[in-house]
């Protein structure tokens, strides 16, 4: 948003030189109304692209394709027929809002590109707009502006309806979107995540929406094409959850991507695992912020996923209790940069692993309770420094010096 200025005159009542200056007001005020810059007057073409970009949403939410393509430049043959395809590929998603937000617009002539936020929601699911940034080329002609060109801004990635064709089906707590996959394996996935909602109503007290929407691409190099990253980070993992931590329950929704290739290798247990895990992030959004540690965030969802699964700790944690048999009981708990995606994988899962036990430690010495009561005040902290020592002093009377003694000894009694 561009910013405001304020300019203010202050007039000195009662000076006694007042009627000597008076003279010199009017010709002062025109001198600096003529220097200090005033505002310029806004570009029409803003205007006149907004009502182009209004009337491409209307034709989505009216499914009206001419007058979805009519925001379109007629020589732009080849936009034309992949927006076409787009639109065939949105027929069957429950769309309850559709808008473009402009948020900047550079123009040369008749030219123009523009900066805009597309803004969408399914009906039923998202308590507030899904923003997605988008940067569009425009041209003028006969005084009304065309677009010509239509691509990810910076920060933004595909959608699904690019890819292909949608297909929706509908489950008790769920939606999964789908392009390349057959309705049946859709409502496999509907039916384990309709699973995993209970599951993390159990355990999760907190407000949330009780239901999830998932998306299921093609492939794994369309699932990093919706996320807008290498494919390569995204490899062995089944599934990722999007969305914008913090914040209030009006936060745009998350969405769970599922990897069809490293889900399809799993079996019915695994998989419900794995939902249960994204939905537990879907669940616990609003109460996580940039002061949540990932060992707290990642191993509470595992907790969640765990929790009712009768599993020990040696089936849930395969490769921490190798490490422990090798007398490698790791120090401290793991540090942000052990979660990410694409180094040593036994090591990702030994970061997954220490996160679970620390919060099955929580559970079983402090309370289930405490656990969810002292993930909530981390999260309340907002900044990293000081958060999780705050959070441990005021819910769990400890210090992190002394949890990391109990987490480390109960390491070893779980796993050794």
Aim: hydrophobic fraction near 40%.
């Amino acid at each position: 948003m561009a910013g405001q200025r304020r300019i203010a005159a202050e007039h000195e009542r009662g000076h006694p030189t007042r009627r000597r200056v008076l003279g010199l007001g009017l010709s002062g005020l025109l001198l600096v109304s003529g220097c200090s810059g005033a505002p310029p007057a806004p570009d029409p073409a803003t205007a006149a692209i907004r009502r182009t970009l209004d009337g491409r949403a209307a034709g989505v939410l009216d499914r009206d394709e001419s007058a979805y393509l009519a925001a379109l430049d007629p020589a732009a043959t080849s936009l034309r027929a992949s927006a076409r395809a787009e639109f065939a590929n949105l027929a069957d998603v429950p769309l309850s809002s559709w808008a473009y937000r402009v948020t900047g617009v550079e123009r040369s002539g008749s030219r123009a590109t523009a900066q805009v936020e597309l803004r969408y929601r399914i009906a039923g699911y998202d308590s507030a707009p899904v923003s997605t940034p988008r940067e569009l080329s425009l041209t003028e002609h006969t005084g009304r502006w065309y677009v010509t060109g239509d691509r990810p801004a910076e920060g933004g990635a595909q959608q699904l309806w690019q890819q292909g064709r949608v297909r929706v089906v509908r489950g008790t707590h769920s939606l999964v979107l789908g392009v390349g996959q057959t309705t049946t394996r859709l409502r496999a996935v509907a039916a384990t995540a309709d699973l995993a909602v209970p599951a993390v109503d159990d355990a999760w007290t907190g407000a949330w929406a009780h239901r999830v929407v998932l998306l299921v691409p093609a492939s794994l190099s369309a699932m990093a094409a919706l996320l807008g990253a290498p494919e390569d980070g995204y490899r062995g993992i089944a599934a990722v959850t999007t969305g914008e931590t913090g914040g209030s329950g009006a936060s745009p929704a998350d969405r769970v991507i599922v990897n069809p290739a490293a889900y399809g290798a799993l079996g019915d247990f695994g998989q419900r695992v794995v939902l249960t895990h994204e939905t537990t992030h879907v669940a616990t959004r609003t109460a996580t912020s940039s002061a949540t540690p990932t060992w707290l965030s990642e191993g509470f969802a595992d907790w969640v996923a765990y929790r009712s699964t009768g599993r020990t700790a040696a089936q849930i944690a395969p490769e921490l209790q190798r490490a422990v048999e090798r007398g490698e009981v790791p120090a401290a708990l793991p540090d942000n940069d052990a979660f990410s995606f694409g180094g040593d994988a036994d090591a990702l899962a030994r970061a997954y692993e220490s996160g679970w036990l620390a919060c099955e430690l929580i559970a079983g010495h402090w309370g289930e309770k405490r656990l969810l009561a002292f993930y909530r005040a981390v999260g309340a902290g907002r900044q990293p420094d000081g958060a999780v020592e705050k959070a441990m002093n005021d819910v769990l009377s400890t210090t992190p010096e002394d949890f990391t003694v109990r987490w480390r000894a109960y390491v070893r009694k779980r796993l050794g």
